[in-house]
């Protein structure tokens, strides 16, 4: 199986701008989450979507958001780009079984100037 | 509100000595618990889960840890590292909330440095 692919894999943007990473789940996997992780902070969660609804959403304003399509595929979306937004954004998808755990794809480093 | 402590920020070997990687949990319910790791340039992955019978819990690459519940406890070991061990480790606890949603709780991470 191919594992979680997320796109693109470097960005750079500039304060107030918007953005959005992409990610493909395992085939199969339902559950998506998204992690951001910065040397400060370390690796803090975002959000979860199954099935098309968040689930879960984690201490983050509201400039962060994200979306699920039908085929699990999600998306997630910052606006008004802060510098401190500058991070390697995670996702993980996870099968349905309790016992499963998350799969993490490579990540997106989105550096804002 | 659940946390994740990792007691080292930096360790460093030499090849062959043992390690011991510190994690404790603050949650007072039933937990499952990971080690993922993170070599340089790659994406995490798993080296091992708890989430329930034996507490003591064989992984990859010859790491193992040991859940101990009246400690909180969850530390990661390697009788004998090699150089390709250098990487970072993070501790995780599920989370969960209603409708069975899954959230991961992350400590700061320890990185491990072998030196040959």
């Known amino acids: 199986k191919a594992g979680v692919t997320q796109t693109p894999r470097y960005l750079i943007k500039t304060r107030g701008q918007q953005v959005t990473l992409s990610c493909s789940p395992i085939?199969?996997?339902?559950?998506v989450s998204w992690y951001q992780q910065t040397p400060g902070q370390g690796l803090q969660f975002l959000f979860e979507y199954f099935s098309e609804t968040q689930r879960n959403k984690g201490n983050f304003p509201g400039r962060f958001s994200g979306r699920q399509f039908s085929n699990s595929r999600s998306e997630m979306n910052v606006s008004t780009l802060e510098l401190g937004d500058s991070a390697l954004y995670l996702c993980a998808s996870r099968g349905e079984d309790r016992y499963n755990e998350q799969f993490f794809g490579p990540g997106t480093r989105l550096t804002v100037l | 509100a659940q946390s994740v402590s990792q007691h080292n920020h930096h360790v460093i070997l030499s090849e062959a000595a043992s390690l011991e990687l510190g994690c404790n949990y603050s949650?007072?319910?039933?937990?499952?618990l990971f080690w993922y790791v993170q070599y340089p340039g790659q994406h995490l992955q798993l080296l091992l889960k708890y989430f329930s019978g034996d507490p003591l819990v064989k992984g990859i690459k010859g790491f193992e840890a040991e859940f101990i519940k009246s400690k909180f406890s969850f530390n990661l070991r390697k009788p004998s590292v090699q150089w390709s061990d250098t990487a970072e480790y993070f501790c995780a606890v599920t989370l969960t909330s209603g409708a069975g949603s899954y959230q991961l709780t992350f400590g700061k991470g320890t990185k491990l440095s072998v030196i040959p």
């Open positions: 085939s199969g996997h339902r559950s």
């Open positions: 949650y007072g319910g039933t937990v499952n």
